[in-house]
């Protein structure tokens, strides 16, 4: 299994981003895919999630309503669309997968929002 995220930044606050995940190594198609994020000194925090067939999405509180996950299953990539950034948003951003009961994370995006 393998994680590619892209996308991450510095950006002002107000601004946008968006991340991408590239997946490889399992049937993308058949797993629900996650965005968690850390940031200094805070909690991890389960961002959004999205199902299989994209079809249902759920997201943290902190987010509702500024953030987007959406995928794209002919190119195994899952996305994070990030509007209204906010400083509290600075985080490193994963892209996680559950394959068979293991838990796979990406290296890794640092989003950054700073005036």
């Known amino acids: 299994v393998q994680l590619v995220e892209s996308g991450g930044g510095l950006v002002q606050p107000g601004g946008s981003l968006r991340l991408s995940c590239a997946a490889s190594g399992f049937t993308f198609t058949r797993y629900p895919m996650t965005w968690i994020r850390q940031a200094p000194g805070k909690e991890r925090e389960l961002v959004a999630i999205?199902?299989?067939?994209?079809?249902?999405?759920n997201y943290a509180d902190s987010v509702k309503g500024r953030f987007t996950i959406s995928r794209d299953n002919a190119k195994s990539t899952v996305y994070l669309q990030m509007n209204s950034l906010k400083s509290d948003d600075t985080a490193i951003y994963y892209c996680?997968?559950?394959?068979?009961?293991?838990?796979?994370w990406g290296q890794g995006a640092q989003v950054t929002v700073s005036s």
């Open positions: 996680t997968v559950n394959v068979y009961g293991s838990h796979y």
């Open positions: 999205i199902t299989s067939a994209g079809d249902s999405t």
